[in-house]
Nanobody
Framework: QVQLVESGGGLVQAGGSLYLSCTIS????????TGWYRQAPGRQRELVAQ???????DYVDSVKGRFTISKGDTGNTVYLQMNTLKPEDTAVYYC??????????????WGQGTQVTVSS
């Protein structure tokens, strides 16, 4: 079983920054991709940023140039640096990881979510 634990959310004024962390643990053979999603009230969950095992990144247009996804040295931690935050960035942010377990089973796991609130 693969577990993800996020931290780093909070309340910040518009224009400020937050740094989200996600620690991934469990019987992992290989990570294929990790990502950050968000869900605002009344809206569908959307992909914010993704990082593949090969190092490729992808961002939703609304955060390009403001957010940066990265991973730790061990590869089992993923970060999201969020700068120049806007009120429309307010949402619950979820960490996601996909890959293969030690038993070569596919996994697609989620964290519990962390609230990000940006005040105007």
């Amino acid at each position: 079983q693969v577990q993800l634990v996020e931290s780093g959310g909070g309340l910040v004024q518009a224009g400020g920054s937050l740094y989200l962390s996600c620690t991934i643990s469990g019987s992992i053979f290989r990570l294929v991709a990790t990502g950050w999603y968000r869900q605002a009230p009344g809206r569908q969950r959307e992909l914010v940023a993704q990082l593949t095992a090969g190092g490729s990144t992808d961002y939703v247009d609304s955060v390009k140039g403001r957010f940066t996804i990265s991973k730790g040295d061990t590869g089992n931690t993923v970060y999201l640096q969020m700068n120049t935050l806007k009120p429309e960035d307010t949402a619950v942010y979820y960490c996601n990881a996909r890959g293969y377990t030690d038993q070569r089973q596919v996994f697609d796991s989620w964290g519990q979510g962390t609230q990000v609130t940006v005040s105007s």
